[in-house]
């Protein structure tokens, strides 16, 4: 226990606090976790530091163009829209006609097969309104013999060969708790940037979806390949790969994916860019499709196409290009609507290079959201929405904040209200996890043990479930984990160290200053009410010491180990003094962290100021909540002695 004595009308007074390890376990408005392991200190995403590099762009449109007639249904087959061919074409279905050209992975001879590689079929009449067995395809629709429109088109086709495989493995393993699984991944979209971009899908997120948010959710590596490997294999990337075989193929990484696939789920995994794709980008890919559904072949025939050429940057034709994945997507769960399935789809060329494109991926985003929601699709999916990292380029990168949020990508998951109910003690557990240090590890973990669920795990002793690098956010996350033991190496961690400063420090007295300027500026308006607060006594600091490999590093090299860091001279990091105060005349004791701005020597109280200690009937005088706990009513000046500030 911490005790303080204070001293009323000359007689000694304790004051107890809750005990440290206490505190730890509480919520901090100055921090996204504040646990006896780790603390990272909270940003606003509009920070002074870093707001001359935001943009809004949300409101902008960058493609252009006449919407396509051909609408897509599940189970692949096509329609057309009367009304969109009569309004942007002036015409009737009557008056045109469509043929189609199949696009095939390319699977050459074992000896020369590769991820690279596609070929078209033969033309076919298009026939709507009745299923086509072909995955992807070349639509070309004429008037009089003219060319009218030209579409590249995804499909999810019902597979009868998937098919009887799921049927025949779903009878051979059958799980209790058979949820699907969903990510959509944004590439390079950090928490902060996030809430900049995202505001109508934040907004929905949390009016609509209840997300469970993981603030404490640090990458394990540089780019996206070495953070979505832990993910999909619970293994670091030098486990498997380094570059010295980069003619390796993927195939035998024990994806989780194929662990699914064994229980009677339908895989799929979608990623645009192709030239820079997770498993491709200088690698060989995948001699085989990884799974059931792969994008791959329409992503190389879109990348190298006239539409593509002839379309706006980010954009194929009206539509932008994360909005064709999402399409995607769509088709997909129509399609699996009454069927298991396992899905991957990760957006990487919007967002890759350039902090503001962010914005841009809202409007889709939110409305990818709503159909979700409409369809129904969460009510039996365990679905993760989420970033691999944030931005790694530009001159945002080159300011504290901009490197730990780099470190810091945004992640949402959402569960079936009916799961969390029939499992009160993961609902539990995964609510606490919001606020602990947590990995792509973890995630893999969790996918694992989702696989092991049974119906009768609330029974008996509980045995928490890790892998050999994660722990299942169904168990409880320790409150003492450290980067240490989460796995996270030294110049990806972010979490600060607090660390006892003398309360006599010149910047600590300064600091002190400034929260009790703040409390007298919130009373302002009740001064005529309210006596002006002032220091009696600094109780205990605490400075929020960064972590130094995070202010020195510049850039990661690739080599063999894939751990050498290029590092550059230090940056300045703000500050945090955690500060616990006596106020006069009043004998209070606030607790509050003020941010030191070293560089332009300004101080912030941040959030909100906790009183610890009861205030009773030293406020009566006034009536709005908030500011209750700080007013010392104004009282006989003989008086004033006698407040009582426990």
């Known amino acids: 226990m911490i005790l303080i004595q204070i001293f009323t009308n000359n007689r000694p007074q304790k004051l107890f606090f809750s005990s440290e390890s206490d505190q730890k376990l509480t919520y901090s408005k100055s921090h996204l976790i504040d646990t006896l392991g780790c603390q990272i200190p909270k940003f606003s995403p509009f920070d002074p530091t870093i707001i001359q590099y935001y943009t809004n762009v949300s409101a902008k449109t960058i493609c252009g163009g006449k919407p396509s007639f051909i609408e897509v249904k599940p189970n692949a087959h096509l329609e057309i829209n009367e009304s969109i061919l009569k ?54 629709c004429n008037h009089n013999q003219n060319k009218l429109h030209k579409e590249y088109i995804p499909l999810t086709p019902i597979k009868k060969k998937v098919e009887r495989k799921c049927q025949r493995n779903s009878k051979m393993f059958p799980i209790p708790n058979n949820l699907n699984v969903m990510f959509i991944g944004i590439d390079s979209v950090s928490k902060l940037n996030f809430l900049r971009h995202f505001k109508k899908t934040n907004n929905y997120l949390h009016e609509v979806l209840n997300p469970i948010e993981l603030f404490g959710y640090t990458k394990v590596g540089d780019n996206t390949f070495p953070n979505l490997v832990p993910l999909l294999t619970g293994h670091f990337v030098e486990y498997y790969w380094n570059e010295t075989n980069r003619n390796m193929f993927f195939d035998k990484l024990h994806f989780i994916w194929k662990d699914y696939a064994a229980r009677g789920y339908r895989t799929m995994f979608a990623e645009d860019a192709p030239t820079i794709a997770t498993f491709n980008y200088l690698k060989n890919g995948f001699q085989h499709p990884p799974t059931d559904y792969y994008f791959r072949p329409f992503a190389l025939a879109l990348e190298k196409s006239d539409v593509r050429k002839n379309s706006r940057k980010h954009c194929v034709q009206e539509k932008l290009e994360i909005k064709v994945v999402y399409n995607y997507v769509e088709q997909f769960l129509s399609t699996m609507s009454d069927k298991k399935f396992f899905m991957f789809a990760f957006i990487t060329r919007l967002t890759h290079d350039v902090l503001n494109n962010a914005g841009y991926g809202d409007e889709p ?85 989702l696989l092991k669920l049974t119906n009768d795990v609330e029974r008996g002793p509980h045995v928490p479930f890790s892998t050999d690098k994660g722990i299942s956010l169904f168990d409880e996350i320790p409150v003492n984990r450290t980067c240490n033991t989460a796995f996270i190496l030294p110049h990806w961690c972010t979490c600060n160290v607090y660390k006892e400063v003398e309360t006599t420090n010149s910047i600590v007295v300064k600091a002190a200053r400034a929260l009790l300027d703040t409390i007298n500026q919130w009373l302002e308006k009740y001064k005529n009410k309210c006596e002006p607060l002032s220091i009696a006594l600094v109780v205990e600091s605490r400075v929020s010491v960064a972590n130094e490999e995070i202010l020195k590093f510049q850039k990661h090299i690739k080599n063999v180990n894939n751990r050498d860091m290029k590092h550059d001279d230090k940056v300045s990091a703000p500050e945090d003094y955690l500060l616990t105060v006596m106020t006069y005349p009043n004998k209070a004791i606030f607790e509050s962290t003020v941010r030191y701005y070293r560089e332009k020597n300004d101080f912030k109280v941040l959030n909100d100021v906790s009183r610890l200690d009861k205030y009773e009937n030293q406020s009566k005088c006034i009536n709005i909540a908030r500011l209750r706990k700080f007013c010392a009513c104004k009282r006989r000046k003989n008086h004033i002695d006698s407040f009582i500030g426990y």
């Not at 992975?105 to 097969?113: H, M, T, V």
């Not at 079929?121 to 309104?129: E, I, N, R, V």
């Not at 470190?407 to 799961?419: E, S, V, Y």
């Open 365 to 449: 985003t939110f409305q990818l959201l709503k159909h979700l929601h409409a369809k129904g699709v969460i009510n039996n999916t365990l679905f993760f929405f989420f970033s691999d990292h944030g931005i790694r380029f530009g001159k945002i990168r080159i300011k504290y904040i901009g490197k730990l949020e780099e470190r810091m990508p945004f992640i949402f998951l959402m569960l079936p209200r009916w799961f969390l109910l029939k499992y009160p003690q993961i609902s539990k557990n995964i609510y606490k996890n919001q606020r602990r240090l947590t990995t792509p590890f973890d995630l893999h973990a969790t996918l694992v043990h």
């Open 87 to 140: 309004k942007y074409y002036g015409l009737f279905s009557t008056n045109i006609s469509c043929s189609y050209k199949p696009i095939v992975r390319d699977p050459k001879l074992p000896a020369s097969r590769t991820d690279n590689s596609f070929k078209l079929g033969q033309s076919k009449t298009l026939t709507f309104g009745i299923s086509i067995s072909e995955e992807f395809i070349i639509v070309q």
